[in-house]
């Protein structure tokens, strides 16, 4: 399985970006994409996660914010990002597993990450 993350960037508070997640080799039908991030200093956060029967659960500090999304034709996860905040600042990961657990966003249940793409947000 690859997950290859693009899309980061450098924007100012409050614009706006769209990270991309090219998956390859991931068979299983039912699974769960999801997204993550890490600041410098701080534990992986869950942001977003996603099944294969489209069910999708946020983190509370990106709701009505963050919208998690999946093209499964061109088996692509994406994160449209809007009103991006400082606190938004750090390592997004594409990460994927098992569906079970999905919504809880728990890092200890994906077995597949991607290398990560960095966001910075200034004030």
Not at 37 to 53: H, L, M, Y
Request: proline letters at 2%.
């Amino acid at each position: 399985v690859q997950l290859v993350e693009s899309g980061g960037g450098s924007v100012q508070s409050g614009g706006s970006l769209r990270l991309s997640c090219a998956a390859s080799g991931y068979t299983s039908s039912d699974y769960c994409m999801a997204w993550f991030r890490q600041a410098p200093g701080k534990e992986r956060e869950g942001v977003a996660s996603i099944d294969s029967n489209g069910r999708i659960s946020y983190a509370d500090s990106v709701k009505g914010r963050f919208t998690i999304s999946q093209d499964r034709v061109k088996n692509t996860l994406y994160l449209q990002m809007n009103n991006l905040k400082p606190e938004d600042k750090g390592m997004y990961y594409c990460a994927a597993g098992g569906w079970l657990h999905c919504l809880d966003r728990n890092a200890a249940d994906f077995g597949y990450w991607g290398q990560g793409t960095q966001v910075t947000v200034s004030s």
